[in-house]
């Protein structure tokens, strides 16, 4: 079992719509969990990260943290073509300071 | 520009020689990090600097990978004897402190 995956999709959704990406992880011991959206050929670009159980939401980002069921979700709300890319989930342990990632979830916005 | 830079972005090399990367990290991070992305996949870790100390490497980090960060501000990895299969887009990031990390714009390197 891989720390922490992601379904690779490719995940479609229409212009407008809400896309819904999950993540989960295998270590109790996550702290902080971060997503990171990555163009192709291009490095990684933070989006948010989350520490709390609950949600948090940050322009048309809303990150949502359950530590019980172990997994991380990312909302996109009216998605645009600009956001099609690789979703990468990305969770650090409490007594660590290395990321662990996820194998991504492609999104394709469709106008 | 005060993000991560790194350099050179492409190498192309034969098997058999050796390279070196370099990373420059924001001004005032004190954590710098390498990781190692091929195709399909995300990053895996490589190896951890907090200052000049070399806090954590990977068991992926073979003897031939070496990296420093000799007075705490930019680093370099070096691959010793390339073979075909270190074939990928390296990547520094930086941090402050336990805070979120910021990734340059990697190195893609080919090995011939």
């Known amino acids: 079992q891989k720390e922490v995956e992601q379904n690779s999709g490719p995940l479609s959704v229409p212009e407008g719509a809400i896309a819904s990406l999950n993540c989960t992880y295998s270590?109790?011991?996550?702290?902080?969990f971060f997503w990171y959206r990555q163009y192709s050929g291009k490095s990684p670009e933070l989006i948010m990260f989350i520490y709390s159980n609950g949600d948090k939401e940050d322009g048309r980002f809303t990150a949502q943290l359950n530590k019980a069921s172990q997994y991380v979700s990312l909302l996109i709300r009216d998605s645009q073509p600009s956001d099609s890319a690789t979703y990468l989930c990305?969770?650090?342990?409490?007594?660590?300071?290395?990321?662990?990632f996820g194998g991504g979830t492609r999104v394709l916005v469709k106008p | 520009d005060t993000g991560v830079s790194q350099d050179p972005r492409h190498k192309i090399t034969k098997r058999g020689q050796n390279v070196t990367f370099r990373c420059d990290p924001i001004?005032?991070?004190?954590?710098l990090y390498w990781y190692r992305q091929t195709l399909g996949q995300g990053p895996e870790f490589l190896t951890y600097?907090?200052?000049?100390?070399?806090?954590?490497k990977s068991r992926l980090l073979s003897d031939r990978f070496s990296a420093e960060r000799p007075k705490g501000s930019f680093s370099t990895l070096e691959i010793q004897r390339t073979e075909q299969g270190d074939s990928a887009m390296y990547l520094c990031?930086?941090?402050?402190?336990?805070?979120?990390?910021?990734f340059g714009p990697g190195t893609r390197l080919t090995v011939l």
């Open positions: 600097f907090q200052n000049e100390a070399q806090l954590e």
């Open positions: 270590d109790r011991g996550s702290q902080s």
């Open positions: 990305a969770v650090r342990k409490a007594a660590g300071n290395k990321l662990t």
């Open positions: 990031a930086s941090s402050l402190l336990d805070n979120e990390q910021f």
């Open positions: 001004s005032e991070h004190n954590r």
